[in-house]
């Protein structure tokens, strides 16, 4: 399930490409006082992802209107969210150094069809960070220049690194999230292609970083069963590692095999429909 907002600009400021911290704190100071204020000091996985804002530009200039998606497996954290934030419709937040007037709020339930569908895509919005522990080295035949604790899989890597690291993150996450042992022994990503590959600065505890992602398409034919459950966690719960920062947040591309269910109370506008054109094209 994911959360839409929309957004405009209260004045213009440069587009901050290391917004991950920011936006990510914005969304704990929501939680503040509900069932899930601890999540902030919780270990491991946290089973939420965003969205960059849509579209991206490098200059956002005052008036313009910017989409900023939120979504999780967990029903009851995006309401939590939703209800956060229809308290400051029509106010002003800050997104680190970023202004804006939340104008509209509305819940989207992404589902993935299950059979009888065209080959549909998966895209990732946001780039996808996949680490290898220094320990997995020598099965991928790797040769990081320096030893550190992990590398980010890059595209001179061999792919099959990529789609291995991906698919046990994912089948190891769904198995925490649903207090589940399931053992996926057939392949999960069947075709995908890469798309490009990015160095994103991060703003860590007062320093500076750079995390290595990569933007891929996933295409699938048919999945049913415990394929397709995964496949759903995934696309609500984001792709690869460090999703509660932003990465890997997932879209479904084919608009045709999307089915929507929205807040009852709030009906889709076209503008909406837009900024998910947007998103995933």
């Known amino acids: 399930m994911r959360v839409l907002v929309r957004l405009r600009a209260q004045d213009s400021f440069p587009y901050e490409l290391g917004y991950h911290h ?37 200059t956002i200039s005052r008036g313009s209107q910017k989409t900023w998606m939120i979504s999780s497996p967990d029903e009851a954290f995006i309401k939590t969210v939703k209800e956060r934030l229809t308290a400051h419709e029509g106010r002003s937040i800050r ?70 690291q991906l698919k046990e993150n994912l089948v190891k996450r769904y198995g925490e999230y649903f207090s589940a042992e399931e053992q996926l022994s057939l392949p999960l990503f069947e075709k995908l292609r890469f798309r490009k590959q990015v160095a994103v600065p991060l703003r ?48 479904l591309q084919s608009k045709t095999s999307v089915s929507i269910e929205t807040d009852a109370d709030n009906p889709p506008s076209n503008l909406v429909s837009e900024a998910l054109s947007q998103q995933v094209e």
Request: hydrophobic fraction near 35%; include cysteine.
């Open 22 to 58: 920011d936006f990510q704190g914005f969304i704990y100071g929501l939680l503040r006082g509900t069932g899930y204020e601890s999540l902030h000091d919780k270990e491991r996985y946290k089973f939420f992802c965003f969205s960059n804002l849509v579209p991206p530009t490098r």
């Open 95 to 164: 997104l680190g150094r970023m202004v804006f007037k939340i104008e509209q709020i509305e819940l989207r339930r992404v589902i993935l069809p299950s059979s009888a569908f065209e080959e549909i895509v998966l895209r990732s919005g946001t780039p996808i960070v996949v680490r290898i522990p220094q320990y997995r080295w020598k099965e991928y035949d790797l040769q990081p220049k320096r030893s550190y604790r992990f590398a980010y899989w890059r595209r001179e890597h061999t792919p099959t690194a990529f789609i291995k």
């Open 204 to 251: 860590i505890r007062g320093g500076e970083s750079t995390a290595i992602g990569t933007i891929w398409e996933f295409y699938f034919r048919p999945v049913e069963d415990l394929r397709h459950r995964i496949l759903q966690f995934g696309l609500d719960a984001g792709f690869g590692e460090m999703n509660s920062l932003g990465f890997g947040f997932m879209n």
